[in-house]
């Protein structure tokens, strides 16, 4: 069965919605049809990004401001979506931090786990019941290449992409008879546009312009893939190379490797 239609009902729910992928999946939702529920911290940024999605594609755009590495906001807006009929929900929310674990903050750590881990987790099982109920449905999770291997000095979001990699491959085998898709995203470098030189993070000074991916192509690709009940989308010449590095590769050769990069990441 396909994802659902759009329907003025039915909401499609985008976390993360203020930037990068998750602006992007909402546009593409948008110019699909779909009605929105778009979610992230900054409020005036969501409130932009429905008024013009609103003007050119004419679809509802409810904001929601939620930070969901806090459980308490997480709950109450979990519970919200239980009680909505949701026909699509693309989790894309997440966070990375990079350097040695020891040296990082504790906190920060710790609410990276609560959004890449548990802001998924807990979104999937609010909406899940009422998608099975309908026999209809669709969940895009933003996991990464990163969550393939290890990777010192990014372990945390490794780690927690390892979980929400692993999860969405499972929950896809539970759900081919209920009518329920789920694709797992798991992308390299995206952005927006060419910075310029002197407004590069390290990041895009690090990794050459040829192997970055657009936002917008990847919203597509994204997309495309959920309706057709793909296991994963692999977007890009980096996130491919990686996939294949960590299935092939020793890991004790590979770890090395990838960590001294991220070493530079984090300023070292």
Known sequence: MPVPAPHPDARAVVTGASQNIGEALATELAARGHHLIVTARREDVLNALADRLTERYGVTV???PVDLSDPTERTKFADELAA????????????????????????EEKAQVQLNVLGVHDLVLAVLPGMVERGAGGILISGSAAGNSPIPNNATYAASKAFVNTFSESLRGELKSAGVHVTLLAPGPVREALPDEHEQSLVERLIPDFLWISTQHTAKLSLD?????KMRVVPGVTSKAMSVASGYSPRAIVAPIVGAVYKKLGGD
């Open 84 to 107: 909505r009929d949701i026909s699509i929900l693309c989790a894309n929310a997440g966070t990375a931090t990079f350097g040695p674990v020891s040296k990082l903050d504790p906190a």
């Open 225 to 229: 893939g959920l309706e057709r009940n």
């Open 62 to 64: 409810e904001v929601r």
